[in-house]
């Protein structure tokens, strides 16, 4: 189950090529039942996923790779796994709808969004630490002409920006992975052996400032963030909705930083708290200034990792899990905070918060969308992101009250960028409010779809701790 | 079977909300009459609890809880559930009593506005949200649906969304009510360290007040705990110095100003204090900051009523400054005389903004010397005018003006001896503050009531826009006042304190109507209200003009203290600078080093491969070529890290 979720969106990638550029209306058909395809087989492993032995990898298959070197392609997910299995099908399945509105050379944007959600279920469902690490580069290159062709602005810049920040902390987090399987040989990229035999505790501590570091620039961690925002500013909705939604660098921090390197994480939590602390206030503080309606949204981004990564500094077992909570929750969240931008500048052609207005009037159900998924980023509760926020404010106050004070305050501050953004797009007297006359289906479907899975989960976070938590308690103890 | 009706008074106006807002987008009309009946249902069924649960009490079982899990924390069980005792009692009756009375107000004062359904619709979320706080079991359930009530009144402050001031009213309280929260969540976190500490997990009222004195807080932490929490009610409950958002939050629709940000929201922050009373108890330099705040919040506020000549932010400030004697009463250690208060309160402060808002409806203005002035033009000259052209707005808005100010045998008299009482105990100063505060009271509410109801003077030329002479609204906006009317005068009949009070304990003592104090306040606002009668019997113009050192008091007072000012400059000022501080950083310093300076290290490595087209190809291919070397290179070398 879990070894063809990639190579669904991958072999439809393949077929694309060999169908011609006219025929749009196959292109889109063969896409949409790619997603829909992967995502059938993702509830299928929700459905039939064991949660009572969440911590064990299930739907596993084995394949033998390269046994020189004693590498194998096994695949299988766990709780973790499946939580961001579920992340990559309701993304991918929302930002499908925004890729359609591409108009120039669609046939090539869908193969690269092919293969980039192809990708995200590589990651996610690879045991073996080599083969995430190859889907994960397969995501970076996949994206980059993603925003270099198809984006906006100074897209070559940013894609530019992008391209080199990710691509050093890619050949460091190959690096250390060279110097783990130097330490500890093939056993040690085996994710599900990986907590039984761990390494020195010396030897932790001197390769975790190296993951941390690789993983930071991957993951947008202050102060190696500047190319998010630029990025995702630049990228095409759907481009962004995917990359900044499912976010693989929390992920690959965990598993790694976490997982095979418990000890290295403790001896560096401390650094990465202040940063996690820092970067929650010091972004607030930058999306404040932002003029462009994408650009608070990147910063905003930067800042609310803050919370997961102040989340995993504490490093205990209820941290850690309303981390993994908040970065489901969160890229639920961008996704429709950059589909909602996607539809609002395809419509006006423009993406300054202060030339919108009246949206509230002109177009209320994008209006509510908007107002409801900046509540929701605010911490409003009813919203996952709140019951997440407040999990983690809960189990790291007594590690780190003062960075948890400073976490609180950032919210404050998150609700002054927001409620500017709301007062200037949505109130006010409607300008150009014939544009916005009927709305299509494909832009309010994913909106509803991606907010109402933030309300379920709000409502209902035992949904999603019940995977989270065996998998976490499995390496943290 | 309390339970039970618990949770369908919880579910009601949800689903009500819910229905309203999918299906009666549309239909206006239906929409205000499916609220406004499940409304009403909820208020009969609040009232039928009552009978059993004075049963229930007699048994000696005052407290009834049922809750489900929502959350796990670590240690912390966090739920969701239903608290019932003598305070959730009064609450509900509070709260669903007056919504319905605003419910069916608004059926007839929103008539035509092309917003009603969403109107409605988030009228009946406040109620759920304001009945989860009134019913929870918990601290955190509190929080949540503290925040929930916060955004329903930031989208009906921002009801008229196309009005600037609107907007940035909604802001301003929201913003300013999260100050608040900030605090709040801060105390809870730092409560939830010592919890973890001593191994309790879950925030119950009924755990906490027994675990709290075994916790073992030092005193400094515990005061701190408390100020945090009240940060939280002082947000909400508009008390000095977060009071600011308040009177902007005039800017919605004026039902809401009656239900949200006068009679019950507003008054969560008391609730909130009452509920979770032996926290506060067990930090007395807390106690003692909050009697302060208290004081002077009811006593500048009733100042700022002084100078204000629209009726909305009259009221508003009214309500700061009674707010402020309910705090002061719950500092002074008296919760029972805070609650009384509330309760009263909810009654003539309700009434008193339907009436301001019948008397928009028929003047379509909220300046008070506008509306005396066009009564004098179109009664001319008769005194008593606006007692015939609207006779019941004129009654009741007098009867609730009677109620406010304290004279016996109206609802307000009654407690708010009980605050004065209980404020004697307390420090000599703040006691003589609740006792000018009387007479404050009673002038702004004497001029607002000379300069409306009974204006006098020449009649000015340029107020002829009597189009259609005043008349009376709608059955649906008299008959609520009419009722309201009833509670003011006789709510003091009502057996609150006997609700309130837990188990077989002798109920609180009620105040005799004769005793001196009593004699003090009644005569301070006779006073009050007779000199400001008498000032405004000629002229409707300023004091000031009469008394020419008073001006520049008044000039503070109109300025409010110069305190949006302070909040302009120092607040959002320094918001600004660190904002820009950050963002020129980004630009110039991050991005600057990291992308440029990588860019230039890629092409200084890369030269060679200098003719395709941007750095990062070569960037890639390089560092993969580096990397695969590297990694040849040790797995031949068999070097180790």
Redesign the interface.
């Known amino acids: 189950m879990t070894l063809i979720l990639p190579w669904i969106s991958w072999i439809t990638a393949l077929t694309l090529l060999g169908i011609p550029r006219q025929n749009l209306r196959l292109l889109k058909r063969l896409t949409a039942s790619a997603c829909l395809l992967s995502a059938a087989a993702v509830l299928f492993m929700v459905l039939n996923f064991d949660g009572r032995s969440g911590a064990e990898y299930q739907f596993v298959t084995r394949l033998s790779w390269l046994p020189a070197l004693g590498i194998d392609y096994v695949s299988g997910v766990d709780g973790l796994g499946l939580t961001f299995c579920l992340l990559t099908a309701l993304v991918s399945g929302a930002s499908l709808f925004s890729a359609f509105t591409v108009s120039d050379r669609l046939k090539e944007y869908l193969v690269f969004f092919l293969l980039l959600s192809g990708a995200f279920y590589g990651v996610f469902t690879s045991m073996n630490l080599f083969f995430v690490y190859v889907f994960y580069e397969v995501t970076l ?1 996949a994206v ?1 002409p993603m925003i270099a062709v198809w984006g906006t602005g100074k897209k ?1 810049a940013a ?3 992008m ?3 990710t ?2 902390g ?2 460091l987090a ?2 250390g992975l ?2 783990l399987y ?2 500890g040989g093939p056993a040690v990229f085996d994710l599900e052996a990986a907590p039984r035999n761990l390494l020195a505790a010396e ?1 932790q501590i ?2 975790a400032p190296l993951f941390l570091i690789a993983f930071g620039l991957l993951s947008s961690l202050w ?2 963030h ?2 998010a925002p ?1 990025a995702y500013a630049s990228a095409p909705a759907s481009a962004a909705m995917l990359h900044a939604g499912i976010k693989a660098g929390p992920y690959l921090l965990l598993r790694v930083a976490a997982g095979l390197l418990p000890e290295g994480m403790r001896a560096w939590a401390d650094a990465l708290a202040l940063a996690a602390a820092v970067g929650i206030v ?2 607030a ?2 999306a ?3 003029k462009s309606l994408r650009l608070i949204f990147g910063f905003s981004g930067v800042s609310h990792l803050g919370y997961v990564f102040l989340g995993l500094a504490a490093f ?4 850690v899990s ?1 981390a993994v909570f908040l970065v489901f929750a969160h890229g639920i969240l961008t996704a429709a905070l950059f589909s909602a931008a996607g539809t609002l500048s395809n419509r006006t052609q423009h993406d300054e918060i202060q030339a919108f207005g ?1 949206l ?2 002109s177009a209320p159900f994008l209006s509510a969308a908007l107002i409801a998924a900046s ?1 929701a980023s605010l ?4 919203f996952a992101n ?2 997440s926020e ?2 983690i ?3 790291t ?2 590690v780190y ?1 003062w960075l ?2 400073l976490a ?2 950032g ?3 998150t ?2 960028y927001l ?2 953004m709301i ?1 200037a797009v ?4 409607a300008v150009q409010a014939e544009t916005f006359s009927n709305l299509r289906l494909h832009e309010t479907l994913p909106l509803a779809l991606l907010i109402g899975t933030l309300i379920l989960f709000g409502l209902w ?2 949904g999603l ?1 019940q995977w989270i938590e065996p998998a976490i308690g499995a390496f943290i103890s | 079977m309390i339970l039970t009706t618990a949770w369908t008074l919880l579910a009601l106006p949800l689903a009500s909300a819910a229905f309203i807002s999918v299906f009666l987008r549309k239909s206006p009309k239906t929409a205000g009459a499916l609220a406004t009946l499940v409304m009403g249902l909820c208020f009969a069924l609040t009232c039928s609890l009552i009978a059993p649960y004075e049963a229930l009490k007699n048994e000696g079982t005052p407290v009834l809880e049922s809750s489900v ?6 240690l ?1 069980t ?1 739920n969701f559930g239903v608290y019932f005792n003598g305070l959730t009692l009064v609450m509900l009756l509070v709260v669903t009593g007056v919504a319905t009375l605003v419910f069916l107000f608004s059926t007839a004062y929103m008539a035509g506005d092309p917003g009603t359904s969403r109107y409605f619709a988030c009228l009946s979320f406040f109620t759920f949200s304001m009945m989860g706080i009134v019913l929870s079991p918990n601290l ?1 359930q509190i ?3 503290w ?2 009530v916060g ?1 329903s009144s930031y989208l009906l402050i ?1 009801f008229w ?2 009005k ?1 001031e609107a ?2 009213a909604a ?1 301003k309280a ?2 300013t009510t ?2 608040g929260d ?1 605090g709040m ?2 105390g809870l ?2 409560l ?2 010592f919890m ?2 001593g191994g309790i997990g879950s925030f119950d009222f009924t755990v906490l007040e027994t675990a709290l004195p075994s916790l073992g807080i030092p005193e400094l932490a515990m005061t701190l705990i408390a100020l945090g929490l009240f940060l939280g009610a002082a947000g909400k409950s508009a008390q000095a110095p977060l009071h600011v958002w308040l009177p902007d939050a005039m800017e919605g629709p004026t039902p809401v100003s009656a239900l949200i940000h006068a009679a019950t929201m507003v008054a969560a922050g008391i609730f909130l204090l009452a509920r979770i009373f032996f926290i506060f108890e067990a930090s007395p330099d807390a106690m003692t900051f909050i009697a302060w705040t208290g004081g002077l919040t009811a006593f500048l506020a009733a100042l700022l009523a002084l100078v204000q000549t629209d009726i909305k932010k009259i009221l508003a400030y009214s309500t700061v400054s009674q707010l402020g004697y309910m705090v002061l009463a719950l500092g002074v250690s008296d919760a029972q005389a805070g609650i009384l208060h509330l309760t009263m309160h909810a009654f003539f402060k309700a009434l008193l903004f339907l009436g301001a808002g019948s008397l928009i409806h028929a003047f379509h203005s909220q300046d008070i010397r506008e509306m005396g002035a066009r009564v004098l033009h179109e009664g001319r000259g008769s005194r008593l005018y606006l007692f015939k052209a609207l006779p019941v707005t004129s009654l009741t808005f007098l009867i609730g003006t009677v109620s406010l100010i304290g004279l016996p045998p109206f609802s307000g008299f009654f407690s708010k001896e009980e605050v004065l009482a209980a404020a004697a105990h307390g420090p000599a100063f703040l006691f003589g503050l609740a006792l000018a505060t009387v007479l404050v009271t009673a002038f702004y509410n004497g001029r607002l009531f000379t300069i409306v109801f009974l204006p006098g003077g020449k009649t000015s030329s340029h107020a002829s826009h009597a189009e259609h002479p005043l008349h009376e609204g709608s059955p649906a906006m008299t008959v609520p006042l009419i009722l309201l009317a009833v509670l003011s005068v006789f709510g003091s009949a009502l057996p609150i304190h006997a609700w309130l009070s837990s188990g077989k304990e002798p109920s609180h003592v009620a105040p005799h109507g004769l005793d001196p104090l009593a004699l003090i306040s009644v005569g301070a606002a006779l006073l009050g209200f007779a000199s400001a009668a008498l000032v405004y019997w000629k002229r409707s113009g300023r004091l000031r003009d009469a008394l020419p050192w008073l001006a520049q008091p008044a000039r503070v007072l109109e300025h409010k203290y110069f305190l949006d000012d302070i909040y302009d400059r120092w607040v959002c000022g320094a ?2 600078k ?6 020129l ?2 630009r110039y310093v ?2 600057e080093w ?2 440029n300076g ?2 230039r290290l ?1 092409r200084w490595i890369g030269g060679g491969l200098r003719s395709f087209q ?3 190809v070569q ?2 291919a390089l ?1 993969f070529l ?2 695969a070397l ?2 040849l290179f ?1 797995m031949t070398s068999g ?3």
């Not at chain 2, 660190?578 to 963002?583: G, T």
Request: aromatic share 14%; charged share 10%.
């Open positions: 290159l980059y070559e894609a530019i920006q391209a080199v920040m691509g050093l890619a050949v190959l690096f060279f110097l130097q330490q030897t001197r390769l102060p190696l500047s190319w630029a010091y972004a503080y930058a404040l200034r932002q205990s077992a209820p941290s309303g009246g509230a009037q509540m911490g409003m509760p009813g709140f019951a407040l999990m404010l809960l189990s106050w007594s009250p948890t004070g609180v305050l919210i404050l501050l609700s002054v409620l500017r007062q949505c109130y006010g007297k976070p035992s701790l | 899990r929502w959350l796990t924390a670590g912390f966090l955190i929080f949540i649906f925040e929930l955004l921002g969304f196309e600037k907007c940035t802001k929201f913003m999260r100050v900030a969540m801060l976190l730092a939830s360290g973890a500490a918001l600004e660190k904002a820009r501080a950050a963002d950083l980004e991050i991005t990291t992308i990588l860019g890629a941007t750095g990062v960037f890639y560092t580096i990397g590297t990694i040790f070097w180790r890290f």
